[in-house]
């Protein structure tokens, strides 16, 4: 319970962590935020980091002049790709055998689930939509390579979803963080960002369980 409520605050108080992170560490600032990213996207015991709300948060500050908003755009596209390419090889070398632990704590039946559905509606396109959508963005590539999607077909994927998911959420804060209104009401812009972000897989959700019950029928 304590986890999850750090969890909840690290989210809704993104501008004060990341406030504090670049008042002590500086430039060091942009290697952190490679890490996170880097561990959101390609680690599959790490979805509860923050993705689309960090990324935002982070053009937030680079329009304030507190991070290079050049750097930015390039560190985090390259942890991006990077995350995503070292999902898509841990799911292709052991993931058949990691999903058969009945056991597992970390592959939960509902993440897979989810992320399945998101492959049987869009196929290998599943790679870019799945970089808007939490969790679903941290199991599709590994998921990816469990399937033994073709590596350079998964790449031109990987690669195109990385691009436009930093330039949209980055750049959204770039230009839009110095407004009143999201200045004066930043938790409530993170919980929007992160309330739109998974959507699509509540619709998902909601779509798999009104077939399930005509099949039923």
């Known amino acids: 319970m304590e986890f999850i409520k750090q ?3 690290l989210f809704l108080h993104l501008d004060r962590h990341l406030a504090e992170i670049i008042n002590a560490y ?3 600032t942009h290697a952190l935020l490679f890490l996170i990213i880097f561990c959101e996207t ?22 304030a002049g507190l991070l290079e908003i050049g750097w930015l755009l390039l560190i985090l596209t390259a942890a991006a790709v990077l995350g995503d390419a070292v999902n898509y090889s841990i799911g292709f070398r052991i993931g058949q ?16 689930e989810k992320t399945h559905r998101f492959y049987e509606k869009y196929g290998g396109k599943t790679i870019i939509i799945a970089r808007f959508v939490p969790i679903v963005r941290t199991f599709a590539p590994f998921l990816a390579g469990v399937g033994r999607m073709g590596y350079l077909k998964f790449a031109v994927y990987n690669v195109t979803g990385a691009v436009g998911w930093v330039l949209i959420c980055v750049l959204a804060g770039y230009f839009f963080g110095g407004l009143e209104f999201v200045k004066n009401n930043f938790s409530l812009i993170i919980a929007l ?3 739109i972000s998974i959507l699509p897989w509540i619709f998902e959700y909601g779509r798999h369980v009104i077939q399930k019950g005509k099949a039923a029928k």
């Open 42 to 63: 390609g680690l599959v015991v790490t979805p509860f980091l923050p993705g689309d709300s960090l990324l935002f948060a982070a053009g937030v500050f680079a329009g």
């Open 193 to 195: 960002i992160v309330l």
């Open 97 to 112: 055998r990691l999903l058969e632990n009945p056991n597992s704590r970390i592959f939960k039946k509902e993440y897979i």
């Open 7 to 9: 969890v909840i605050d």
């Open 26 to 28: 500086g430039g060091w």
